[in-house]
């Protein structure tokens, strides 16, 4: 173990013999105990930066063993097997359980990632639920050793990882406060400077001096949020945590997090909320069986990331009308979304985009009338569209599209349902919910209805209405 000037903590490839090292240069200090064996090392400096990457992270991997019991239909083979199992092992002192009894493999959460976080940067990382996302984030933050690969990171860290991460249950919410600070080497001085705006930020005043153990699921990550915003760290980690917050909270954390970005400190943000990584990270790092799938601009990998799900469905077809919805005057042959002239499952909700639907007319037909709903992912109709002009068409295929204009519609998944319907009579020859489906995304312009607000915005419709200049009465 050695240090240099720059207050640099390295554990090298190998085994470490166990010692406690501290740096008398590094402000704070940081002690390191225990013996390290494995294909890694962790490097970290404190005090001023000499560099401006925040975080560097080098050909990572994490492994675990997971290990399947076999299952037993009766008492009597179950103490057969332990029985084998115990004679194998005597037999065989040091080896593994009998196969009949157990079997282990070895799962990668994280394989050969690689990536730097710049001083100052807001990194979003996205994917789906066992990505590796917390496992990332929990070996820079120093609670799990990778198995192979190294991490060197420049400053002191803030995480926020899962409900109750370094808080002790039997203190009070007070005590847990000066406990954090003084994790994070703050001194005594700053932690009462920072005390009360805390304090004003969680809502938890009443419940100050009642131990952390009695706090609701809420409070606690009011708290713990609180604490590791307001205690400056240099590098702030925030894990999906924050959904267990209500709207508000979520509002008020957000800001927050706009806020410590802009003071030039960096932050790692883990979240499935797909709108709040747009509006705070420029860059973003998608995750995908712990692999980095796609590294770059935040609204580029979003997008990748949604197309990429095959729940989404913005372009669906028939290839043989008699499988496809329909009666014996008009067959539905296929709907798609297209945003600037592509099929596209993620729409930007501040530029136009448009639904396609292709149909054959089997006999000649009047007054046919295509038309959409577009419902929420909560089943709620937003609004209805039909063309009701008359028409008379003869036996062929053909296309009816309808524009979605922008400064309309809100963020979400949305589903559409496409119809082709006659009146006068009234027939219903095609009604089909669902049919083709995409997320509404907010993307950075600077006309969007909500301008630079990066909180959440009310409404399941986000029109883009016409305001007057202020005039004096």
């Not at 933050?141 to 060197?152: A, D, L």
């Not at 000066?178 to 009462?192: H, P, Q, S, T």
């Not at 790692?268 to 980095?292: E, P, Q």
């Amino acid at each position: 173990m050695e240090s240099d000037r720059s207050g640099r903590v390295a554990s090298c490839s190998g085994c470490l013999p166990s010692a406690t090292s501290r740096c008398p240069r590094s402000k704070p200090s940081w002690a390191l105990r225990g013996s390290f064996c494995g294909r890694f090392s962790y490097s970290y400096r404190f005090g001023l930066a000499l560099s401006d990457t925040a975080i560097r992270v080098g050909n990572l991997s994490k492994s675990f063993r997971l290990r399947h019991q076999l299952r037993h239909d009766s008492l009597r083979e179950a103490l057969s097997h332990a029985c084998t199992a115990l004679f194998n092992r005597k037999q065989r002192r040091g080896s593994a359980l009998d196969s009949s009894v157990a079997s282990s493999e070895e799962f990668w959460a994280l394989k050969n990632v690689s990536f730097e976080v710049q001083r100052g940067e807001v990194l979003g990382i996205i994917g789906r639920n066992g990505a590796g996302k917390s496992t990332l984030l929990k070996i820079i933050s120093r609670i799990t050793r990778p198995t192979e690969g190294s991490v060197e990171i420049t400053g002191r860290i803030g995480s926020l990882l899962e409900v109750g991460t370094g808080f002790h249950p039997e203190l009070t919410g007070r005590e847990n406060i000066y406990l954090n600070g003084a994790i994070l080497g703050m001194k005594r001085a700053d932690i009462v400077r920072k005390f009360e705006e805390i304090v004003v930020f969680s809502e938890v005043e009443r419940f100050l001096d009642t131990p952390v153990k009695h706090y609701s699921s809420g409070m606690y990550t009011r708290l713990a949020f609180a604490v590791a915003a307001h205690l400056d760290p240099e590098i702030l980690i925030v894990d999906e945590v924050l959904a267990v917050g209500d709207a508000q909270f979520q509002k008020k954390c957000l800001g927050k997090m706009d806020e410590v970005a802009h003071a030039g400190r960096t932050i790692l943000f883990v979240s499935h909320n797909m709108n709040a990584i747009s509006r705070l990270c420029r860059k973003a790092i998608w995750l995908d069986g712990g692999r980095i799938s796609r590294v770059g601009d935040s609204d580029e990998v979003i997008k990748a990331y949604l197309s990429d799900d095959m729940s989404q469905s913005p372009d669906r077809q028939w290839t043989f009308p008699g499988d496809a919805p329909g009666d014996d005057r008009v067959r539905l042959l296929g709907a798609r979304v297209t945003q600037l002239d592509q099929v596209t499952s993620v729409v930007d909700i501040n530029k136009s985009a448009h639904v396609q639907i292709d149909f054959q007319v089997l006999r000649p037909a009047e007054n046919l009338i295509p038309g959409i709903n577009l419902y929420d992912s909560s089943g709620l109709c937003l609004f209805a569209s039909c063309d009701w002009r008359s028409n008379s068409l003869r036996p062929n295929r053909y296309r009816a599209i309808v524009a979605i204009p922008p400064y309309l519609l809100a963020e979400g998944r949305v589903s559409v349902l496409i119809q082709l319907v006659f009146y006068d009579p009234n027939v219903l020859s095609v009604i089909l919910p669902s049919a083709i489906a995409f997320d509404a995304v907010d993307g950075n312009d600077p006309f969007a209805v909500r301008g630079a607000y990066k909180g959440s915005w009310p409404g399941v419709l986000r029109p883009g209405l016409t305001w007057t200049e202020p005039t004096m009465l």
